[in-house]
């Protein structure tokens, strides 16, 4: 149960969110598992305001994740 939803999915397409997951992105940790250029595609369609998909929260999840524990793919 959660009390209330949390505004994180329309936040990550602010124009502000964006720039910071096109910055991590440009040398993603996650490449061998999500590419980074298709990923950008369609995450950059995205209207300001717009929920992202659970795909994307968890591409960027992934790379956060990634980045944190300082995980590298061969």
């Known amino acids: 149960k959660i009390g209330f ?26 490449a061998s598992f999500v ?3 298709t990923f950008l595609s369609a995450y950059e369609a995205l209207p300001p305001g717009a929920e992202v998909d659970g795909f994307a929260l968890q591409a960027i999840n992934l790379e956060i994740w990634m ?6 793919t061969n």
């Open 67 to 72: 980045r944190e524990f300082d995980v590298a």
């Open 5 to 30: 939803a949390s505004p994180m999915r329309a936040e990550l397409s602010m124009p502000e969110s964006k720039a910071w997951v096109r910055e991590m992105f440009a040398d993603a940790r996650s």
């Open 35 to 37: 590419d980074p250029k």
